[in-house]
């Protein structure tokens, strides 16, 4: 935001230097992030003179070109070469010197230079209007009063106007430094903590009256909650014409390009006083009626940029009795504003819902002055004052006469916000004691009333245009702005507690697991928590009214926060894809967000995506595909990292898997892992296969606490292994088998895997072969051949019975 410091000094009569000034603001929290000069004359015309010209001779050598000697005050005359028609003896005329540096209306400077024209010696410049600034004449030299003084620098003369602007880095919360008032205000209150007390100067608008009442321009706000507080107000007779220098001068500091007087001057009370104001033709409003609400989805209109827009049935407009005019809070019409034929007004001032004014600009990608201010919420209090000041400009520059009495829709005041401060907390959070009087004089100074004092605290009443400052913590941090963060003396005595903490902390388990897998290749991402809410689509599981939606989104596509973090991990993935990164290895520890029956949710996870090979190729090895199973390794060794063993394994009952697993303790779901459907995958323009795991986190952490971890010494025994191969139906899983097993012989059996799978030739219809091992163990003793016989028989036969096994 840029900030004029010659418009400051128009509210305080301040006489810093800009460097102490910026330090200042700065402290007070309105951080300057550079200083820029200003000079209504690019140059400032330093080098130019006021010359008389004594003689003016034809050139030998060129019929037009005249050779002239000019006084211009520092002794024997020069000789100059000039070319304009129009140049004679007697003149008194501007003269650039030898060195002065002049721009062209492009903004490139050159310099005067010594030097022959055609064989005769010019010593310098004299100008047309255009080559000086001051004009677009180049008919001929600038001829000036004959009582003007030789000598006299042409900066003087022509009151060149010369300001420093501060860009000031303006955070979101600062509705209220959103103006050339609001930031003299700030200032006002950080020198009166200096002992430097000046008056802030407020423009006047007691000479405000209705001249007559011919010209009424009825209002009716329909929503009411969009709109606040509209104001409105007809001038009719105006002269629209340029702007005077003063108005140009100020608006062009801060980047502004000038362009009619009404319009300038809307602009103008807008960055002075932060009020967004608009005027529209007044014969141009149909049936001389203002409705202020929404229309239907799909209707047609062209802004003020040539745009052909279609509405939202949410966008708040400015209608007259036939057609809408204004984009409210945001844009106006091409067909309703100002232009050269303008003789009638109406000039509107209002407060806008922000969170309405902020979507419709979001909706249609339109980023004005007025929605910036809209949007973080303008003082509802000065909504007539600012209308008055515009029309008191108007009627001044413009002309014209108050046709109207100014209409007024305020139905529900804003009322100023109460807050209640204790001096405990104020000490406690600063960490440093003030002295009671100096918080009352800070917080007066911001213009926060005290209502009462105690002994323990004040209670406040905070004014409407501060919308941040709504709780005690937000006063504090206002106390200690203008207070002084430098102020803050630092101890040299440095104390710490030692925290007990629990080897279970989340964090701690977070960098185990993260360091684990990034040791195996994985990349860790941090997605937005916000995304698209057509994503809920792609599963049956989410509900779209479990979405948490934002009130003042970004853009419609992050409007809500996540209810998985597949979507945004595929998003990643794809973003790869489409740069030839084709193996990826990623997790991301991160929340999903659910709104379920009014009760927020925020449940933490774990994820990891797998796509492409395993390995970069390379010339030892064949690349390798990652798989499901390659998926299932990474999981369990996550979970015994963490010191989970025992486990169930169950078919993953979700729709966002081909095919998957589920690894559950109990009713305690631990994780989901699988093959991502490829519908989903090609949703993102991923066309390979994408493997996805799912750690519920809170789940992991508290079966992770409960586990306890057994140290036991290696056994003296030997294991003893045997293999069977089963032939098996088609809908018989490992789990069966697994299950059957350790039913059969919990006591010696310790381990029993899954090592081959075969389906095809030679098998019958609906059959497969598993190749199983089973791995038994005595810690007391060697097992016997007979003994493992025995067992091996058992389990046979439960195979045989239970799951219709066949031995191959």
């Known amino acids: 935001m840029k900030i004029s410091y010659n418009w400051i000094k128009q509210f305080l009569k301040i006489d810093w230097p800009t460097e102490q000034t910026s330090e200042l603001l700065t402290d007070l929290g309105l951080e300057v992030e550079g200083l820029d000069t200003y000079q209504s004359i690019k140059g400032g015309l330093q080098g130019v003179v006021v010359g008389e010209v004594l003689t003016c001779e034809q050139h030998t050598n060129a019929d037009k070109l005249k050779v002239t000697t000019v006084n211009i005050g520092t002794g024997d005359p020069v000789q100059i070469v000039c070319g304009a028609p129009n140049v004679a003896a007697g003149q008194k005329v501007p003269v650039a010197t030898i060195g002065t540096t002049l721009y062209t209306n492009e903004g490139e400077a050159w310099t005067i230079k010594k030097g022959k024209i055609r064989g005769e010696e010019s010593h310098g410049m004299i100008c047309a209007e255009d080559e000086l600034g001051l004009g677009t004449s180049h008919d001929g030299i600038m001829v000036l009063a004959e009582d003007t003084v030789v000598g006299t620098p042409c900066a003087d003369l022509f009151k060149i106007e010369n300001d420093y602007v501060f860009e000031i880095g303006l955070t979101p919360n600062r509705a209220d430094a959103m103006s050339h008032f609001g930031v003299a205000r700030d200032l006002k209150a950080g020198l009166q903590h200096k002992d430097i007390n000046l008056e802030l100067i407020t423009p006047s608008v007691s000479s405000f009256h209705v001249d007559s009442r011919i010209l009424k321009i009825d209002v009716d706000v329909a929503n009411k909650e969009l709109a606040p507080r509209y104001c409105g107000v007809t001038i009719s007779g105006v002269k629209v014409a340029e702007s005077p220098d003063w108005i140009k001068h100020r608006l062009k500091a801060i980047g502004l390009s000038p ?40 209707t047609k209109f062209t802004t003020l940029d040539g745009i052909e827009r279609e509405l939202h049935e949410d966008d708040l407009m400015i209608c007259d009795t036939e057609k809408p005019l204004c984009i409210a809070g945001v844009f106006g019409g091409l067909d309703s504003g100002v232009t050269q034929g303008t003789t009638n007004i109406f000039l509107e001032s209002a407060f806008f819902n922000p969170v309405s004014v902020r979507k419709t600009a979001k909706r249609h990608a339109l980023n004005t002055d007025a929605s910036f201010r809209f949007e973080r919420g303008i003082d509802p209090n000065i909504t007539e004052y600012a209308l008055k000041r515009a029309a008191l400009l108007i009627q001044d520059i413009a002309g014209g006469e108050i046709t109207s009495d100014v209409s007024d829709a305020y139905p529900n005041k804003i009322e100023d916000f109460q807050v209640h401060l204790t001096f405990d907390k104020v000490t406690k959070l600063i960490g440093q004691e003030i002295p009671k009087e100096t918080i009352k004089s800070i917080l007066s100074s911001l213009e926060i009333k005290v209502n009462n004092v105690t002994e323990t605290g004040l209670g406040l009443t905070i004014p409407a245009f501060r919308n941040d400052v709504q709780r005690e913590a937000d006063v504090i941090e206002e106390i200690l702005r203008v207070y002084g963060y430098n102020n803050i003396v630092t101890t040299t005595k440095l104390n710490a507690s030692i925290s007990n903490a629990s080897k279970f902390e989340d964090y701690k388990l977070q960098n185990v697991i993260g360091n684990q897998l990034v040791s195996q ?39 809500v926060l996540r209810q998985s973090l597949l979507f945004s991990g595929l998003e990643a993935i794809s973003y790869n894809i489409n740069r030839r990164q084709n193996n990826i290895k990623f997790f991301e520890f991160g929340k999903t967000y659910h709104n379920y029956n009014g009760n927020r949710e925020e449940p933490k996870h774990l994820t990891l995506l797998i796509t492409g090979n395993k390995t970069e190729e390379n010339w030892f090895s064949a690349s390798e595909r990652s798989s499901f199973f390659y998926l299932k390794g ?44 490829s519908k989903i995958a090609k949703h993102f323009d991923i066309s390979q296969e994408v493997l996805f795991a799912n750690f519920n986190w809170d789940n992991i952490i508290e079966v992770a606490k409960r586990n306890k971890i057994k140290f036991t010494p290696i056994p003296k025994y030997p294991e003893v292994r045997r293999d069977f191969a089963l032939l098996l139906d088609n809908n018989v899983t490992f789990d069966d088998i697994n299950t059957i097993a350790r039913q059969t012989e919990k006591k010696l059996l310790k381990k029993v895997n899954l090592f081959d799978v075969y389906q095809g030739k030679n ?29 091996m028989s058992k389990l046979q036969s439960n195979f045989e019975n239970k799951l219709g096994a066949e031995l191959r």
């Open 259 to 298: 362009i009619n007087n009404i319009v300038d001057i809307t602009n103008y009370v807008l960055h002075e006083l932060g009020q967004p104001l608009h005027a529209f033709d007044a014969n141009k409003i149909s049936g001389n009626k203002i409705e202020v609400k929404t229309l239907e989805k799909g």
């Open 521 to 559: 290749g994985f990349y860790e991402i941090m997605a937005n928590s916000l995304t698209n809410p057509n994503y809920i689509s792609l599963s049956e599981q989410l509900k779209e009214e479990h979405n948490v939606t934002m009130l003042n989104p970004l853009s419609k596509d992050l409007s």
């Open 634 to 677: 990474t999981v369990e060794s996550i979970l015994d990292r963490l010191g989970i063993s025992r486990y169930r394994a169950t078919t993953v009952k979700s729709d966002l898997f081909s095919e998957g697993i589920q690894y559950s303790q109990g009713k305690t779901v631990l994780v989901d892992f699988g093959i991502v459907k």
């Open 763 to 791: 098998l019958p219809n609906g059959k497969k072969s598993y190749a199983v091992s089973f791995t038994f163990l005595d810690e007391n003793k060697t097992l016997t051949d007979k003994v493992i016989d025995k067992i």
